[in-house]
């Protein structure tokens, strides 16, 4: 049973720090690029920031220079770190996993980030 669990959201000021966690289990976690997406009310599920298996990131323009995304191979988990949060960055944020060579993929059932103002 494949599975993507988030965690760490919640609510935090304008300003303030968050750390997103998702924790694969079912599958090969070292060789699937691993990313997070985040789904604000109203719009288009984006794409906030990918790690490939080799280790190579990439961002949103509008998170970049502010959220870092990370992983430990060892513990099956991937990592955003979230600074300078701001409420625009409000959303339900989903952990997205997709084996190299494939085409399908994987969603958690997400996490909720409010950040107030």
């Known amino acids: 049973q494949v599975q993507l669990v988030e965690s760490g959201g919640g609510l935090v000021q304008a300003g303030g720090s968050l750390r997103l966690s998702c924790a694969a289990s079912?599958?090969?976690?070292?060789?699937?690029?691993m990313g997070w997406y985040r789904q604000i009310p109203g719009k288009q599920r984006e794409l906030v920031a990918v790690?490939?298996?080799?280790?190579?990131?990439n961002y949103a323009d509008s998170v970049r220079g502010r959220f870092t995304i990370s992983r430990d191979n060892a513990k099956n988990t991937v990592y955003l770190q979230m600074n300078s949060l701001k409420p625009e960055d409000t959303a339900v944020y989903y952990c997205?996993?997709?084996?190299?060579?494939?085409?399908?993929?994987?969603w958690g059932r997400g996490t909720q980030v409010t950040v107030s103002s």
């Open positions: 790690i490939t298996s080799g280790g190579s990131t």
């Open positions: 079912g599958i090969i976690f070292s060789i699937y690029a």
């Open positions: 997205n996993g997709r084996p190299d060579g494939q085409t399908y993929y994987y």
